[in-house]
T-cell receptor, first 113, second 113 residues
Framework: DVKVTQSSRYLVKRTGEKVFLECVQD?????MFWYRQDPGLGLRLIYF???????EKGDIPEGYSVSREKKERFSLILESASTNQTSMYLC????????????FGQGTRLTVV | GENVEQHPSTLSVQEGDSAVIKCTYS??????FPWYKQELGKGPQLIID?????GEKKDQRIAVTLNKTAKHFSLHITETQPEDSAVYFC????????????FGTGTRLTVIP
């Protein structure tokens, strides 16, 4: 089974802190994604990556950055956390190519106080 | 880019009844339409998908229909069971250059025993 693992289930951070959310997948997938999930808004794409050291902005990249130094690991960085970044964050990976199944991690619920 | 609308946002049915969730999309180039189920405390998981060269696909109690002319697709769950209670997301794959999924806003399905 494909496994996508997010490093934390719950995080509480203070406003202004730099926050790292880590995601690791074990199936050698090319594509990795970070989504944000909020009630009534569904899943919104923050950043994605098709290859090591490659990144592309999604629909809501402001206030975030990402890092992909190794194929299996994709990190989301909140440079200076703000209360409006309190949300559920979901990482996903895909094998690549046109229209393939996305595998999601269990999510990280981040609260910024 | 693609815009996916999903209705209803919440749906309650009696156990054994059918449930229908509807989505519309805007980009006629989209050709892959997956449905994801998110159980409490977990990440979304693919339950069924359909490609634009077919109009209907079934997998046991779950079926998806696609009308490319009208740009809408629907999820049908028959003989609902309490374990069907979850949030369901539709998605459309955009072929116009951005290799990622566009998600609907989700439907919270509650099956009442």
């Amino acid at each position: 089974d494909v496994k996508v693992t997010q490093s934390s289930r719950y995080l509480v951070k203070r406003t202004g802190e730099k926050v790292f959310l880590e995601c690791v997948q074990d199936m050698d997938h090319e594509n990795m994604f970070w989504y944000r999930q909020d009630p009534g808004l569904g899943l919104r794409l923050i950043y994605f990556s098709y290859d090591v050291k490659m990144k592309e902005k999604g629909d809501i990249p402001e206030g975030y950055s990402v890092s992909r130094e190794k194929k299996e690991r994709f990190s989301l960085i909140l440079e200076s956390a703000s209360t409006n970044q309190t949300s559920m964050y979901l990482c996903a990976s895909e094998k690549g190519g046109r229209g393939t199944e996305a595998f999601f991690g269990q999510g990280t619920r981040l609260t910024v106080v | 880019g693609e815009n996916v609308e999903q209705h209803p946002s919440t749906l309650s049915v009696q156990e054994g009844d059918s449930a229908v969730i509807k989505c519309t999309y805007s980009d006629s180039a989209s050709n892959y339409f997956p449905w994801y189920k998110q159980e409490l405390g977990k990440g979304p998981q693919l339950i069924i998908d359909i490609r634009s060269n077919v109009g209907e696909k079934k997998d046991q109690r779950i079926a998806v229909t696609l009308n490319k002319t009208a740009k809408h697709f629907s999820l049908h769950i028959t003989e609902t069971q309490p374990e069907d209670s979850a949030v369901y997301f539709c998605a459309a794959f955009d072929q116009t250059g951005a290799n990622n999924l566009f998600f609907g806003t989700g439907t919270r399905l509650t099956v009442i025993p």
